[in-house]
């Protein structure tokens, strides 16, 4: 291929035109990060800096003009009764389900670190769920929610007149997105909390059962204490994971009745596009990034600091 | 110590039927025709494929099919390539510049990307880059960077640098290194790379809902979402558009679980 040599043979001439104490330093090879940094720059630093920028405008979303208008959208934003109650909703997504996928996860997890003949197969049909997309998955659920014909009120019915409307009730449709969200992802934290207790060794076991330890006594003592790295993992990947929760939301109920289920994501999402707020909805979006780094830095931080290093 | 051990197997069953439970509702209610109003968990007597039929025509999902398929793939392959070569100096070089470089790639790993959508998506329409297959490309490579650097990275520095000292005394330059001595013996952290960034990739919604909205361009999550929000009296289709979309990886997932589930461990445990 005479135009591939022809660039190989350019190449070498200029590279010898570089000085040869210049020539043969390491720092050539930085060049090789330079795609991802520019990528990260364009669509993450930029977009993140303009983010700034719109909150404090009135920007429509479409527009060529906005105004400024200082600290306005702020002080919207905290005196707002929906984005006091997104919060919450957005903090039952997050800290709920790694909450109840952690203790599911970690229950199914030395269930099967036992000797148990149907591991496997228990292991795969755990895990499945977390591979597809937790919008079907939403609309999956939706067949058991539903207020006329769903597969969980033909059991109340059989119990009571009432139907239970689970997605209209604006007490019950917030746990219910958090059941599917657990559901799904519970097999995540399953199979992390597995690795963990399956890099234990043997030996710290028995010599605890020599001393005499109960199976409680070396849980407290031995497993728990040396599974702190796998947690570390597990609770922070589910508690990121629910706090950006989306799809499930979309799905089931659309964030309503009202806002009465939205997260800070998907508020921001209708703001921008439903009501053409995007000044407001790039608030949000920042309430967001400060909210979601705050609580996964400290959970990180924290639950780092629990861990003991194998002596 | 029999009984102990058919009191777990009867146990684990218990576990599985539980969790297969969703997958059971979806199936009976896909395959009930439209006039059946018997209960979900009723199975239907009688093979009916018309949902099927229709979901598959009126959401468009072959076209979208094949949408996901270019889109995973050629983000896939991005960022191997960008992710790969990105990880070689930062894991070798640990010059103060380039620690400063791999925390800002990694502390992105905890900030969800969404938190920037208003911003971002004005910038997708400046550069043209809406509604089109290599915008969401470079999208899902960009947020797929932070945890395919962060693995990587991981992986080079903890092969022993020897085998590149030596090729190097033999007058191989340092690019060449990268792809004759180091790119083969990525293969086990290339395949969790990639099992790990192109699920996500595959399933996603958030940001394919936003930048593509031109029907022609709507990836399955996208169609099905549409296609749901016109028809959800139709109860049937809706469920079939769900069993659909939700095969192909379910398949990859049966027939490649153990790399699944060896890529999520050992990317969790060495994180």
Known sequence: ?311 | MRRIARVREGLALLICLIHVLPFYILTTTSFKAHDDFSSKWVAPGYLYLDNFVNAWREAHLGQAFMNNVVVTAGSGLLIVLVGSIASYPLARYRTRLNRAVYGIFVSALIVPPLTILVPLYRFMVDIGAMNTLWGIILLHVTFSLPITIFLYTGFISSIPFELEEAALIDGAGRFRLFYLILMPLLKPITATVIILTCVNIWNDYQFSVFFLQRTEMHTITVALSGFFSQYNNYIGWVAAGSFLGAIPITLVYLFLQRYFIQGLSSGAVKG
């Not at chain 1, 022809?6 to 200029?14: F, N, Q, S, Y």
């Open chain 1, 1 to 311: 291929m005479p135009f591939l040599d022809r660039t190989r043979t350019g190449i070498r001439a200029l590279v010898r035109l570089i000085p040869d104490r210049w020539r043969n330093s390491p720092a050539w090879l930085n060049l090789l990060y330079v795609p991802a940094l520019l990528l990260f720059g364009f669509f993450i630093l930029y977009p993140f800096i303009r983010g700034l920028m719109y909150s404090f405008t009135n920007w429509d979303g479409y527009s060529q003009t906005y105004k400024w208008i200082g600290w306005s959208n702020y002080r919207r934003m905290i005196s707002d009764p929906d984005v006091a109650r997104v919060i919450r909703n957005t903090f039952i997504y997050g800290l709920g389900s790694a909450l109840f996928q952690n203790i599911i996860g970690l229950a199914y997890a030395l269930f099967l670190n036992l000797n148990v003949r149907l591991r496997g197969l228990t292991r795969t049909i755990v895990y499945l769920p977390a591979i597809i997309s937790p919008l079907i998955m939403g609309y999956i659920w939706y067949f058991f929610f539903q207020y006329h014909g769903g597969a969980i009120n033909d059991i109340v019915l059989l119990f009571s007149d009432e139907p239970l409307n689970l997605l209209g009730d604006p007490d019950l449709n917030v746990w219910m997105i958090t059941v599917v969200n657990t559901y799904q992802f519970c097999g995540v934290a399953m199979v992390i909390l597995l690795a963990g207790l399956q890099v234990i060794p043997k030996d710290f076991h028995e010599a605890a059962t020599i001393d005499g330890a109960g199976a409680l006594a070396r849980f407290r003592h031995v497993t728990w204490p040396l599974l702190a790295p796998a947690v570390t993992v597990s609770v922070v990947l589910n508690v990121i994971g629910g706090l950006k929760l989306f799809d499930v939301i979309t799905a089931l109920t659309n964030s309503g009745p009202g806002y009465s289920s939205a997260s800070l994501s998907t508020l921001m999402y209708l703001l921008y596009f439903g009501r053409q707020d995007a000044g407001y909805a790039a608030t949000i979006g920042n309430l967001m990034f400060v909210i979601i780094s705050v609580v996964s830095f400290t959970i990180l931080f924290y639950l780092k600091r629990r861990e003991t290093p194998l002596a």
